[in-house]
């Protein structure tokens, strides 16, 4: 299953399971420890303000998260944050790490309508 910990009421949201599910040359799902994808995302730079953990990805972020998204802990995995809804216009592609204010270094601030989870780490 799936938990979503938000600390403010993010309204409805659609949302679809990550689609990254490493395979051998076989097709066969690999075997081990794998880890889902999880982020933690924030409206304010400096991991500040309202906050929302995750590991879906979504076509569209709702009324209160729709270009709000200023900074991202990347727990695991690889994840591509769209600029506009349904995985469109430009994007940026980020792996595990802290972006305290990654949006302003590589685009404009608070751009992001929806992100996806693009690879297992």
């Known amino acids: 299953g799936c938990v979503i910990d938000t600390k403010w009421k993010v309204g409805p949201l659609s949302y679809h399971a990550c689609a990254a599910s490493p395979k051998d040359a076989h097709g066969k799902p690999l075997e081990g420890n794998?880890?889902?994808?999880?982020?933690?995302?924030?409206?304010?730079?400096?991991?500040?303000g309202a906050y929302a953990r995750t590991n879906l990805s979504?076509?569209?972020?709702?009324?209160?998260?729709?270009?709000?998204i200023s900074?991202?802990?990347v727990v695991s995995g690889v994840?591509?944050?769209?600029?506009?809804e349904y995985y469109k216009g430009d994007y940026w592609d980020l792996g595990p790490g802290f972006y305290e204010s990654f949006f302003t270094a590589a685009g404009p601030d608070d751009v992001v309508s929806s992100f996806q989870a693009i690879a297992l780490t």
């Open 34 to 48: 794998l880890r889902l994808p999880e982020i933690i995302v924030y409206d304010h730079t400096g991991f500040k």
């Open 58 to 68: 979504f076509h569209y972020l709702g009324d209160f998260w729709n270009d709000r």
């Open 71 to 73: 900074c991202v802990i």
């Open 79 to 84: 994840w591509r944050f769209y600029r506009d």
